[in-house]
Structures are given as C-alpha cells and as structure tokens.
C-alpha cells in the first residue's frame, strides 16, 4: 500500500531545494502544499532569508506560526517561485487544482510567479484531466445561469455544500464542481468556462505550471515543459 504522505513529503523536500536567500515565494494551499510549508518554515528557522505570499487564510496562519515573513499579493509585482499541490496533473503539466476551495487565490499567485512547482504523489498523475471534477468559482446570483451553461459544454455542474449548505469561498462566491467526463481537450474548455458570464474563474491550469514534482517509490519523479 503507498504512503501518500511520505511521498508528498518526498516531493516537498525536492522542491524546497530550489529556495535561495532573496526570494518571494507564492505558498499553495492543501496537504502537499502545507507539507512544504513545513519544511520552509524549518529553512527559515536555519537562517534562509525569504518572503512568503500565502493562497488561503489557512495558509498565512500556518506559515505565521512558523515565523515565515509575509506580504499580501496585492503588495507585489512578481514572485519568484510558488509551491503548491494538485487534484490531477498530465504529462504536459496540465492541472485540475481547487479541490480545497482556494482555486481563484492560487490562480493568482501562480499567474504572478516566474516559477510555478506543483508537488503530488503518485496517485494525481492521470492521461487526462477529468476524474477529478473541476472546481468553478462563480458570482452567487450567477449560479443558476452558469449550471445552465455547463449542460452547453456538455457537462453537469452541483453547487459544493459543506454541511448541507454552499461552501463560500474567502472572496464570498460559490462553488460549482463540473463533471465533464474524461477532458479531451483541457485547453479549449478552459477558454469556454471563462467565457461563461458569471464565472469569476476556473480549477484548470493551463500552461502554468513549470515543473511537476511527483513523490513515488521512496523517492521523486519531475516533469518538466
């Protein structure tokens, strides 16, 4: 049976050695990504002299309680390197992310990065993108219109609950998980979600992650462009 956690770890080791004094680095959100913000903050304790900009609350938490310096994204102009996990990854470093609600803050961070490190293990790597469903994040008033519009993508859409009521993201919008069936073509439905009026954004990434750090097998697989 495969350690997930250790692999994760295996990959968050890997990817921390890419840290130097100096840096702005983006902090994902989700258990690989909070993995790595452990062992930064253990690089930190040692001495390494770094920024950090978290994707979520839960994040900037973790990393304060890690005496990890922080700045807000709106306080930057560009970060060196973000460190963040996955739901589902190809080959060509295509990404289902949002699984932990955090999609649109991720989104962000990773847009402003020079370098974008996706650690998983080995269970999130896939020939195509779409067992994952792909999380949506969309203006509340909107949600009917937009689960309608799903249907014309030939796809079906469910409002994520928690606790029997609607998840509200950090930015106050819902969440509609669409289930399209194994994606054929990643790129050209991500281009039609965005388009779809009332979707503030979308879980596939799309030509922007840079390396793919994969834990397997007591040690780590990369995958790069």
């Not at 961070?109 to 996706?118: D, G, P, Q, R, Y």
């Amino acid at each position: 049976m495969k350690d997930l956690k250790n692999e994760k770890t295996l990959a968050a080791k890997e990817a921390v050695k890419y840290l130097s004094n100096g840096q702005i680095i983006g902090l994902g959100s989700g258990s690989s990504a909070y993995i790595a913000i452990a062992e930064i903050g253990e690089l930190v304790k040692q001495g390494l002299d770094i920024k950090g900009v978290p994707t979520s609350e839960k994040t900037r938490e973790l990393a304060e309680s890690l005496n990890i310096p922080l700045l807000k994204i709106e306080e930057v102009d560009s970060i060196d390197m973000t460190i963040d996990g996955a739901d589902e990854f190809t080959e060509d470093l295509q990404l289902i992310k949002g699984g932990g609600s955090f999609l649109l803050k991720e989104k962000v961070v990773a847009s402003l990065s020079k370098a974008e490190i996706i650690i998983t293990d080995s269970t999130k790597k896939v020939e195509f993108l779409g067992k994952f469903t792909v999380p949506i994040e969309v203006i509340p008033y909107a949600q009917n219109y937009v689960l309608a519009q799903l249907e014309k993508l030939n796809g079906t859409g469910k409002i994520r609950l928690v606790d029997g009521k609607p998840l509200i993201t950090e930015q106050g919008n819902l969440l509609i998980d669409g289930d399209f069936g194994l994606i054929q073509d990643p790129v050209l439905l991500a281009d039609e979600l965005i388009r779809v009026v009332g979707v503030v954004e979308h879980g596939l990434f799309i030509n922007i992650a840079t390396r793919v750090i994969m834990g397997v097998d007591g040690g780590t697989l990369t995958f790069e462009k």
